[in-house]
Nanobody, 119 residues
Framework: QVQLVESGGGLVQAGGSLRLSCAASGRVSSISRMAWYRQAPGEQRDLVAAISKGGDTNYADSVKGRFTISRDGAKNTVYLQMNGLKPEDTAVYYC?????????????WGQGTQVTVSS
């Protein structure tokens, strides 16, 4: 199993920046993909950005050009650099890891970190 711990959320004014971190532990060698999702009150949890084991990335259209996902393999940590933040980016941000054991994929979630963008 994979354990995830997020950090870096907070309150920021519109136009500002934050960097979220997600540290993985446990069965890290089998992780095939890590991603950030977010969930605003009353909304579903949506994908923000993802990075594969090979380094391929993909982003939600709403954050392209503003957010960057990256990873530090030595630290088993994934980052989400968020620039040009907007009030509509306000949400709880969750880290997710997909790891594969044999032919079976497992998913793990972090506890979430609140990001609030004031106008």
């Amino acid at each position: 199993q994979v354990q995830l711990v997020e950090s870096g959320g907070g309150l920021v004014q519109a136009g500002g920046s934050l960097r979220l971190s997600c540290a993985a532990s446990g069965r890290v060698s089998s992780i095939s993909r890590m991603a950030w999702y977010r969930q605003a009150p009353g909304e579903q949890r949506d994908l923000v950005a993802a990075i594969s084991k090979g380094g391929d990335t993909n982003y939600a259209d709403s954050v392209k050009g503003r957010f960057t996902i990256s990873r530090d393999g030595a630290k088993n940590t994934v980052y989400l650099q968020m620039n040009g933040l907007k009030p509509e980016d306000t949400a709880v941000y969750y880290c997710h890891a997909r790891d594969r054991v044999g032919l079976v994929d497992f998913g793990s979630w972090g506890q979430g970190t609140q990001v609030t963008v004031s106008s």
